[in-house]
């Protein structure tokens, strides 16, 4: 055959080292894609993603859990429906019946078409939150499966272009937006000199590249480009604890979108550089800026993605906030933020990370009036902006769709900011806000806590260890 | 007498449970070290998926369906009594009925509920969407089960019969949806498990 039929962006095949960038993907023919996949789909039929391949018994009680279907309740929107598109190639190639009687047991070649088929159903009606998953009444692990079907379509060069090139500038740049060393430091130097002002102090610094700091901490680059109070608020805390830390000017990205494109390979990669970059600047700890997906890459998937235990600790900035106030090496006032405020708990966050409590117990001392969402925690809905879905223009609409439950959980609450420990989630949540016409505030978790920092109680900040 | 039905039950029970087995060696392949540094506890997790974590306080899917659940569960129940059944006919080959004043009505109302199980896959567009002619057939072959098993503890159909109905199941089981018979409880464990793992179980949070 020959004929070009996938780019093969982002797949292992065309990395082939740090600098690949997304025009550098040659065409792969229908062949090598359709075994590629077939491979893919071996190696998750003998991992233990194949205890859910083989669990689900199409009970149909999954669709109200999640907001894709609640927003246009459809069949292809059902989890299970979803689920059955993953599990029907696993049935024509690892189970006897789907081998012999493929037509009688729901057993579907792996085809051109029906690759085609998967790439919607998995990146544009899922955002892998898991909360079907969570609700199943069999325990079946839907995004897991759903993360499955992405692995295929990644391995036969089928992703979404949108996300692979998000994939692409990481490899390339060590970041996803490909925001240069230089502007980075240009940025820390103008967001450093407003902090100083803001905070009425010149000891205040945003270090970049600084060797032997305590931290290193990893930062989204929608902060560098759209949120820098964000950063400005994180550095404010930082300054405040009298922390020793530092950002770098390449590899300073908390994201991860090797998870969201089923691509292990490049993940694993995302992560070295990172890794590596702690090594080389001598940190003792890692500090993950508030990011849902990046918690859960860096945390809980990059040391299997690697094969290797971490040299150094990983943790969110949520949970050194709390230790912070904990120490009393921060203190805050809550009377400084009087507006009620809600929290949207991300997916990957929350669900799969873990990660519940600490930016609880940051709201309970930053903000005055703090009312939860209903339902929330390892319950919450998903936002809709979540499994790369902001990245892929082409599911825009049912994106912001998805969302209206979402919407409705916030209004339903009467709050006037919603704090998020996510960007990703924040970005979406500025469209629902728009959309929706919710009139609240978005904020970071920090935000809120630097809002609410007792100066009287800042630290003079340490050097270099 | 009923030697041939007894062999041939016992038999296709071995080939289920040892298919069973074969399927889930293959599905668990290589030994999987999680290298990430653990925030909870996988026991705790698992545990938690198999009690607290099914109840319809910490389960949307329960909560807003309790009747479509508890009919699932009862023709469950169903079926593994009736497994139970074949199970001591080939230990003990001149049992009889059990009790068949409870026994009866248990399995009539159990074999119902497949039944019903049946009819709304068949009606439900949603359920159609995600069914293929194994989903029909495992339905139907389990009601009949069950309500072979009714119908033995009423004296309908002798042991010898309700014996070839059970290879006729066991034969089938490894090989369609049945097998979730075995990967409901493999999946259910591995997902309380990472879950645990994480800290994300147990959970507190009833969530409504």
Not at chain 1, 242 to 253: M, P
Request: hydrophobic share 40%; net charge positive.
């Amino acid at each position: 055959m020959g004929a070009a039929w996938a780019t093969g962006a982002c797949t292992p095949q065309t990395i082939g080292g740090h600098s690949v960038s997304p025009e550098s993907k040659s065409p792969r023919d229908i062949h090598s894609c359709m075994d590629a996949a077939k491979e893919a789909l071996k190696k998750a039929a003998h991992s233990l993603g194949a205890y859910h391949l083989n669990a689900c018994v199409r009970c149909g009680l999954c669709g109200e859990t999640c907001h894709i279907y609640i927003a246009d309740p459809v069949p292809e929107n059902l989890p299970g429906v979803k689920a059955s598109k993953v599990v029907s190639f696993y049935r024509r190639y690892h189970t006897l019946s789907g081998q012999l009687l493929p037509s009688l047991v729901g057993a579907r070649d792996i085809t051109p078409d029906a690759l085609d088929e998967l790439v919607e159903t998995v990146f544009g009606r899922c955002t892998g939150c898991g909360r079907c998953g969570i609700n199943c009444s069999i325990g079946l692990d839907v995004g897991a499966v759903m993360r499955i079907g992405r692995k295929i379509v990644s391995a036969a060069g089928k992703t979404p272009p949108s996300l692979c090139a998000v994939v692409g500038n990481q490899l390339a740049d060590g970041n996803q937006m490909s925001i240069s060393p230089d502007e980075v430091r240009k940025t820390a130097d103008w967001i450093c000199e407003d902090l100083r002002a803001e905070m009425a102090d010149d000891s205040v610094t945003i270090p970049v590249d600084e060797h032997g700091r305590r931290i290193l901490y990893l930062v989204n680059p929608r902060e560098i480009k759209f949120f820098p109070l964000s950063l400005a608020a994180a550095a404010g805390v930082f300054h405040a604890a009298g922390e020793s830390w530092t950002v770098a000017s390449k590899f300073f990205d908390v994201t991860n979108y090797g998870l969201f494109a089923g691509d292990d390979e490049s993940a694993a990669h995302i992560t070295r550089n990172v890794l590596e970059e702690a090594e080389r600047l001598g940190v003792e700890e890692v500090i993950l800026s508030e990011c849902g997906h990046g918690y859960r890459s860096f945390r809980w998937e990059g040391p299997n993605w690697t094969a290797a235990k971490y040299s150094r600790p990983v943790r969110s900035i949520l949970e050194l906030m709390v230790q912070y106030l904990e120490t009393h090496r921060i203190k805050a006032d809550r009377t400084k933020n009087l507006a009620r405020v809600t929290l949207h708990d991300p997916c990957n966050l929350v669900r799969w990370g873990g990660l519940i409590e600490a930016q609880r117990r940051i709201l309970r001392v930053a903000v005055s009036d703090f009312v939860e969402m209903t339902p929330n925690k390892e319950q919450n809905y998903c936002c809709g902006g979540g499994g790369g879905m902001l990245s892929m223009s082409e599911y825009g609409e049912r994106r912001i769709a998805s969302g209206k439950i979402k919407a409705d959980q916030i209004r339903a609450t009467g709050a006037k900011i919603v704090a998020t420990p996510c960007h990703n989630c924040a970005d979406q949540l500025i469209e629902l806000n728009k959309r929706y016409k919710l009139g609240v505030e978005i904020l970071s978790v920090v935000e809120l806590l630097y809002n609410a920092l007792d100066r009287s109680k800042a630290q003079s900040p340490s050097g270099p260890a | 007498m009923q030697g041939f039905e007894r062999l041939a039950a016992t038999l296709c029970f071995g080939w289920a449970v040892i298919f069973l087995l074969v399927q889930y060696m293959a599905a668990r392949g290589a030994a999987v070290k999680d290298y990430s540094t653990p925030a909870g506890s996988p026991l705790r997790g698992m545990i938690y998926a198999f009690t607290t974590g099914m109840l319809p306080a910490h389960k949307e899917t329960v909560r807003k369906h309790p009747v479509k659940f508890l009919i699932g569960v009862t023709m469950h129940g169903g079926a593994l009594f009736s497994i139970l059944v074949a199970l001591l006919l080939i230990a003990f080959p001149g049992m009889g009925s059990i009790y068949p004043p409870v026994t009866i009505p248990f399995l009539a109302v159990c074999a119902a509920c497949g039944v019903y199980l049946f009819i709304r896959r068949v009606f439900s567009a949603n359920l159609r969407a995600m069914s293929n002619f194994d989903d029909y057939f495992a339905a139907v072959a389990t009601a009949g089960f069950i309500a072979a098993a009714a119908l033995h503890e009423y004296g309908t159909i002798g042991t010898p019969a309700f014996l070839l109905i059970s290879s006729g199941l066991f034969l089938y089981l490894p090989l369609g949806k049945l097998r979730h018979a075995l990967f409901f409880f493999v999946a259910r464990a591995d997902y309380g498990r990472r879950l645990g793992y994480r800290g994300v179980y147990p959970a507190d949070n009833r969530g409504a």
